[in-house]
């Protein structure tokens, strides 16, 4: 067990590594974050120099990314160049709300598609199933962009059941949360009634049955404990996305976390904080990706930590 | 001797496009207490949904549409789905035909065991745990009380069957029903495992239902024997009189495809032709167009026909009234030997 975390701890390190490249690189062919600062005003090219020799961006590009590379390892991921707040402090501070967001939309997610997903199965070929597959198709068709604008005007707006934005509560992350995990309870659902019917048909289910179980007992305790497994990987592998997903969630409902605070330092050009930001998000998904490979190995006694079945 | 399992002309049909075609077609056979009683026949012919029809697990698209089946005098088919579950694992269980894939591989094989016998009894958890390890104990599995704690994909398939006959007589059922259950298996493995199913018959004296398409499973493990062949029953008889003197040419058929070391035969015969499926039934006698003796009478279809006190034959060969049926007797037993 000891030895597949460390083999899994180097990997995910050298994806960070290539992630920090990507993300170093590509903020810099954005624009020159100077020329931004002194947008309103005419400066002199002194003022512009020192500033840059301030910020460290005299040096060249590779030297940059070193010296970058050398704070991350201490996790400083160095100060906002608006308002010179310590940027790992800021994103520490944010990513509270974010994960939180992220966990409501998984929760979302699988509280809709576990049932709907096992009913469609256990029904399949009738109007359950049918209606199951309708919401499916239709949970993945709507842009969570859109989908939040509707809850919010719907049950902020017209029907004044719930807010709209910020975070003072458990009742704000509903919306929130709701919009973020429709498209994942979407395709959810199909992987749930697709990996049930593949699990309904094997024999260890007729055997329960001969064993004279409740059938909720077959379907619940034994079909779907087997239909979690491909399940739970791909939550974990999607968790990605959906932490994609909540900067725009973000956005539509003022939600403080770290995508707004992306969003609002790329509008800036303040590079620290978009670096430091991202490399935290990505830093979350690699753990969760761990975390579910983990999980993995205890959930399915065939898997033994260390690779492979045996 | 009781009759622990009646089964009467058991009728099981498929829905296909709102068409009904019936898989199995009035069978009737019963099981004596402490007997074995093979089903055997070629693979399509019915086995396993008359089976599975039995325990009340058919397949979705497939039903019961006619027929009696009664265990220990009770009539099944009229038991309500709760109370037929519970006869499952308690008055009858059932045994497959691939071990590798019929226990739950996220399970212990403990809980797996442990699970049924707290389905039907009001044992604790710690008494179901001893119960599970003397089954296994029984059964002949080493380290008993490791394997108790092991997953399925941690045995061979020999053992994970042992297992499967451990936790199927868990609860003392009086019929337990053997779907192939060595089929999947090495030769060696088989002739333990059907060794181990006699001893546990003999010590809890129960019924069994053999079903194989083996007759050296049949020879070694059954009293009396069903043959079917395109969901109907063709022959019956005790395992003497099949080996002996087998009546319908069917029967003969897969008797002769032995091989057989006494009798000096240049080639194994085999019947010709293929086991017809549900869409192009032949009318009259199921197995006219495969057979060498078919003559006009076989285009009606024949009845069950007493041969003797112990067997039966559908075939109109054994016609009492027909004056033709002793030259017929004669010629099937000429046709055996040509
Ligand atoms: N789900 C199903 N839908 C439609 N037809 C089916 C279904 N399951 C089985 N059948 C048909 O039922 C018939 C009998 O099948 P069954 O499994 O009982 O045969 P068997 O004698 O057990 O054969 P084998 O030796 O291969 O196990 C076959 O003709 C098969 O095509
Ligand atoms: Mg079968």
């Known amino acids: ?310 | 001797m009781s009759k622990v399992l009646d089964v009467k002309d058991l009728e099981v049909s498929v829905k296909i496009d709102n068409e009904r075609r019936n898989i199995v077609n009035k069978v009737s056979f019963s099981v004596n207490e402490g007997e074995t009683l093979g089903i055997v026949g070629e693979s399509g012919c019915g086995k396993s949904m008359t089976s599975l029809s039995i325990m009340d697990l058919l397949p979705q698209a497939l039903s019961v549409t006619g027929g009696s089946l009664t265990l220990n005098g009770e009539e099944l088919t009229k038991l309500s789905k709760n109370a037929y579950r519970k006869k499952r694992g308690k008055e009858m269980a059932m045994i497959f035909q691939e071990p590798m894939t019929s226990l739950n591989p996220v399970y212990t094989i403990g809980f797996q065991i442990v699970e049924l016998v707290r389905n039907h009894t009001k044992k604790s958890k710690k008494e179901a745990y001893d119960r599970a390890l003397h089954m296994l104990k029984l059964v002949g599995i080493p380290r008993a009380d490791q394997v108790l704690h092991e997953y399925p994909h941690q045995l061979s398939g020999g053992m994970r069957q042992r297992v499967m006959i451990a936790m199927a007589l868990s609860c003392n059922p009086g019929l337990l029903i053997a779907d192939e259950p060595t089929t999947a298996l090495d030769v060696t493995i088989q002739a333990q495992i059907l060794r181990l199913m006699q001893s546990l018959q003999d010590e809890m004296n129960m019924s069994i239902v053999m079903i194989t398409h083996d007759l050296g499973v049949v020879a070694e493990t059954c009293d009396r024997v069903i043959v079917m062949y395109a969901g109907e029953v063709v022959e019956e008889a005790t395992v003497e009189e099949l080996f002996e003197s087998p009546k319908h040419p069917y029967t003969k058929g897969l008797v002769a495809s032995v091989p057989n070391m006494d009798k000096d035969e240049e080639y194994l015969s085999s019947i010709s032709g293929t086991v017809p499926t549900p869409e192009q039934m032949p009318t009259g006698c199921r197995f006219a167009p495969r057979c060498k003796h078919a003559f006009e009478a076989c285009h009606q279809t024949p009845p069950l026909f007493d041969v003797n006190e112990q067997s039966k034959s559908r075939c109109w060969l054994y016609h009492e009234e027909a004056s033709n049926v002793q030259e017929g007797r004669k010629e099937v037993g000429a046709g055996n030997h040509s």
Do not use: C
């Open chain 1, 1 to 310: 067990m000891l030895q597949f975390i460390i083999r899994r701890l180097l990997h995910s390190i050298l994806v960070l590594l290539a992630i920090s490249v990507i993300i170093f690189f590509s903020i810099r062919l954005t624009g020159d974050p100077v020329t931004v600062m002194f947008a309103a005003g005419e400066p002199s090219p002194e003022a512009i120099e020192s500033v840059r020799e301030n910020l460290g961006l005299d040096e060249p590009l590779p030297v940059q990314y070193l010296v970058f590379l050398k704070n991350l390892a201490t996790f400083d991921l160095g100060e906002s160049f608006r308002t010179g707040l310590p940027v790992t402090e800021m994103v520490v501070d944010k990513m509270g709300a974010t994960l939180l967001l992220a966990f409501g939309g998984v929760f979302v997610a699988m509280l809709i598609a576990f049932p709907v997903g096992i009913l469609s199965a256990v029904k399949r070929g009738t109007a359950v199933d049918f209606f199951g597959r309708i919401f499916s198709l239709i949970g993945i068709s709507f842009p969570n962009f859109w989908l939040g604008i509707m809850l919010i005007l719907i049950f902020s707006v017209n029907l004044q059941w719930l807010p709209a934005s910020g975070y003072d509560g458990i009742e704000y992350l509903i919306l929130p949360s709701i919009a973020l995990g429709m498209i994942l309870s979407g395709i959810l659902a199909r992987l749930v009634r697709s990996s049930m019917l593949e699990n309904l048909s094997q024999q260890y289910v007729s055997t329960a049955r001969s064993k004279g179980l409740k059938e909720w007992v077959v379907i619940m305790r034994h079909t779907f404990r087997n239909a979690l497994i491909p399940t739970i990987t791909f939550l974990g592998i999607q968790f990605g996305s959906l932490l994609g997903g909540t900067v725009i969630i973000e956005q539509v409902f003022s939600w403080p976390g770290v995508g707004r605070m992306i969003i609002d330092a790329i509008n800036q050009r303040d590079y620290p904080v978009i670096q430091g930001g991202v490399i935290m998000l990505a830093m979350i998904m690699v753990l969760v990706n761990l975390l579910v490979d983990i999980s993995y190995s205890l959930i399915d006694p065939r898997i033994k930590a260390g690779g492979g079945s045996s």
